[in-house]
Structure formats: C-alpha cells, structure tokens
C-alpha cells in the first residue's frame, strides 16, 4: 500500500498502541498534524501551551502508564523547546518517543529558516536519535525507535524527519508488534551463587532500593525477597513505592535527606543490598565513607551502573524482577531479630517531625495523604516541597511518585502531572510545587483546563527559592543571593484567568477545607499555600560529610 511519510508515522504510532500525544504544530510539522486530524478518533492530541510542557506530559504519561510517552514539535525554536524534557526522561530512564520534522533535505546544513541539528543537539541526552532522510526508511527507523526506548534501561529517543519525507511516498506493509523478553542473558548461575553466600553470610543486611525496581515491575518479588531475607529497607527518591512504605521494615529515603535511621542504618550494615539504583552523589554523601563497614551487592540491568560510583563486592546484571525472581527461589529464610530491633529503636528515637504551629510544608503533605487515604498519583517539581512530599506521603505502590529525580528539572510537575492525568483518568493526580517552579510553566495551567482534567495543583508558597535559601542559610552566612520572590504575584487569581478555580489559603484549617474542595471538583483546582520563608526539610547532610552525620534542626540549635 502506497502512503506518505505522513500517514506511515500515524500509522506507525497506532501499530505501537500509541493512543494519546502531546505536541504544538509548526511549519514543518503541518503534514504529520494533517494526518493526525484524520485519525483524531484514535490518537488523542494534547495541545500544551509550549513545546517544554509536551515533553514533560509524554514522560509523566510514561511514568503513569508504564509505556512509552510520544511527543511532538517542529522544526527549530520547537525542537529545542524539547531538550529540557528529554534529558529529564534521560537521566530518570523513562521511554520516551520525540517526533519532530525539520526543513526539507536539500535546506539540511544552509541555516534555512527554522533548522536546528536537533540529532546533533540531542545525542548526550538520547539513547539514540536518528534523522530520516529516505521516506523508504522511515516505517522501520520509527519501529527501532520504539524498541530502543523500551529495550533494557529505558529512556528517549528522537526521530528528525525532514518536511519533504512527509509527503514523498512509500510502499508500507503494517507489521504486528512483538512483547519484548525482560532482559536476563547476563545473569549467570555463578553470580547468582555469589550474592546468595553474601546473604547467608549476612548478619545485619540492609536493602537500598530504586527507581529500576519500580521500572520493571519488581513490588510484589520485592516483598517476597525483603520477607526472606529480613532485612530493613530504605529507597530513592526515584524508588518510592516499589516497597510499601507502610510495611514494618521499611525505614524512610537514604541520603541527603533520608532519615537518619535509613542513614545511620546503611552506615552501620555488613551488607548492602542495591536493587536498581545509580549511587547517586545524594544518596551517598562521601562516597569514601558510605556502607564502609558493607558489603556491597547490586542489582541492576545496566552493566555501565556497576563499580561506576560505588565499588561492589558483587553483582547481577539483568532485569531487576527476573533477577529477584531467581534469587527468591535459592534463598532460604533468614533471621535477624537483633539488628531488627536496633533499627526499630532507631525508628522510634529518630522519627521525622516538624512544627505543630501554623501551616508548614510537612503538614500539607501529610493532609494531603490523610484525605486521599494514600491512593493519589503525586507529582512534584523541585526542591523543599519535593522532598516534603518523599518524607511525608507514603507511598505504598509504584508508579505513584512521578517526580524529576536525575535532573532535578525546576518546571517539570505541571506538565507531567498532565500526562499523568491522561495516562490514569480514574486516578487523583495532585502536582505539588513551590511559588518558583510554578511560576516557570505555569501557563499549562490553561492545558489542564482546555483538557477538562480534574488536576489539583498545591503550590507550597514560601516566597523565596526555598532550598537554595536554606543552603544559603546554612553554608553561605545568609547571603539570600537572587532567591527572594517576595513580588506581587497573585497565584489563585492567576488560574481564574486561565479557567481554573483558584484558592489562597494561610492556615490549617483553611487548607483542610480547599483541599477537600479541590478533590470534589471535576475541573482544576489551584491552591496557593503560604508559608514561612525559613520552613527547612530536616534531616540533612552538608555537601561533601558522610550520610552517618545527618543533622536537624534541634542539632543546629545545640
């Protein structure tokens, strides 16, 4: 059947199962979006209010959905307006597909309006890109883009196809789409043998688990293995959910702002168990001295993960569930009763706590989780009120925390939280913010309320950069450098003007009833929360110190 490149890429979409996109037409994207208005009845275009905000709704629907998110721009400025969004999917390994179309193939390379090396731009923070410049090619360059993004350690890929492919024509033969084997073809019976003797050996193990748990599906082998092995469990901020964080044994995040029990207790373990996790510099404070009385054992189906950051004493590679799989059918069950109880002591001795006076970042966090019973997708952006929202919210299942962990991109929950709520419409989902992340992509706000999306939006309004403050008022003698927002910028008035129903609110009480407003309304609720402009995420660890010297606010006060 003869179709142009056009029609292949929506047709290719649908044979993927693709059912919703998000994106903003352009010049040399026409084709594709005329295309995309003949099948509007089986993909569902997400018009966002700029190109930044369409590729953080594909990766916050690939979180939710656990497929693969599309987005789409054109050439140039529209392009580029994706590369934010991709390296956040990149560092957090979420399979993501970026469709744009650039000038045509005899304009490549003559500064024609609108071109942009958008292959060349990407190629750091892509597991692959292509530019198609034969239509012929195109059907299978976008099929290997869809099984690039899934295959393995996930992640984005993008796909530049010049405007003249668009309409050049092919013959296109549908082809069925093949479920990909989980990835096990380098877990060996001698490295399984190996991690089982570090377990038997084991007389006080501590699991540290991340986002690759969560990423392959691994809850339910999880339990079965914490169970076996008894062990105390902490996570990453990109590992919430993957182990109940209601469950007994489980003892908070790990590192600069994990509880010290989580802290202390990996300090002091003889065996450390990393399930998916990159040993990120925030979770390990001086790499020198973190788990230096440990063993360390890791998990993971990246090989280029292993001994990168953190020496091992031994490893898996393969996919996290597969591996936890076998494991749990070689182990038998073991017991810690001791070292159990040393870490429940340090459970009860170092609880998190905050203010019991006036509204506080903590305390909306917790509210937020008593009224939805814990059964919400939460989606932050970044700084102080994320980490609130790690600490105080328990998240008792994957795919609940939707937040930018590698990048840390400020600007990036709005947009996710869109697609989150496209992804899972029988779903809560709540973004949570602070007054300046809002304000960078605030203008989605509009997107959730052209979408009809029942979004709740909480923004923690301490007007200043509330983690940059805090450093600055721990490390930088109270330098607050650019990090005042104390403007006049009125939130709740705001998303009236962009449709949404807007709420300020000072005190707890206030918040208890806008909240419970917001969860009975079928359209967009925005409540700005003001807070103190000194509130601090406690525990911490200063840059540079080892995990074990986690501090709070009672500590900096004696």
Known sequence: MQMTGAQIVIECLKEQGVDTVFGYPGGAILNVYDELYKHSHEIKHVLT?????????????????????????????????????????????????????????????????????IAGITTPITKHNFIVKDVEKLAETIRRAFRIAQKGRPGPVLVDIPKDVTVKKTEFQPMKVEQEERYSENITEEALECAVKLIRK???????????????????????????????????LMGKGA???????????LGMHGTKTSNYGVSECDLLIAIGVRFSDRVTGN???????????QLDIDPAEINKNILTDAHIVGDIREILTRLNKRIEQQEHDAWIAQIMEYKEKYPLKYSELGLTGPYII????????????????????????????????????????????????????????????????????????????????ATAVRQNLPLVQVIINNHVLGMVRQWQTLFYEQHYSATVLNDSVDFAKVAEAMGAVGIRVTGREEFQEAFAKALSSDVPVLIDCIIDSDDKVWPMVAPGAAISEAFDGEDVEQ
């Open 49 to 117: 209010s700029h190109e930044q905000g369409a590729s953080h709704a594909a990766d916050g629907y690939a979180r939710a959905a656990g497929k693969v998110g599309v987005c789409l721009a054109t050439s140039g400025p529209g392009a580029t307006n994706l590369v934010t969004g991709i390296a956040t999917a990149y560092m957090d390994s979420v399979p993501v597909v970026a469709l744009t179309c650039n000038v045509g193939v005899s304009l490549l390379g003559k500064d024609s309006f609108q071109e942009i090396d």
């Open 243 to 253: 182990f109940d964080g209601n469950h007994r044994l489980y003892t908070g995040m």
């Open 202 to 236: 084991s007389k006080k193990p501590y699991l540290f688990v991340g986002g690759g748990a969560v990423i392959s599906g691994a809850s339910q082998e999880l339990m079965e293995f914490v169970e076996k092995v008894q062990a105390p469990v902490s996570d990453s």
């Open 287 to 297: 790499a020198k001295k973190f788990a230096k009385h440990a063993k360390i054992l």
């Open 366 to 445: 917790e509210e937020i989780y008593r009224q939805t019973k814990g059964d919400a997708i939460i989606v932050t952006e970044v700084g102080q009120h994320q980490m609130w929202a790690a600490q105080y919210y328990r998240y008792s299942s994957p795919r609940t925390l939707i937040t930018s962990g590698g990048l840390g991109t400020m600007g990036y929950g709005l947009g996710a939280a869109i697609g989150a709520q496209m992804a899972k419409p029988e779903k809560r989902v709540i973004n949570i913010a602070g007054d300046g992340c809002f304000r960078m992509n605030m203008n989605e706000i």
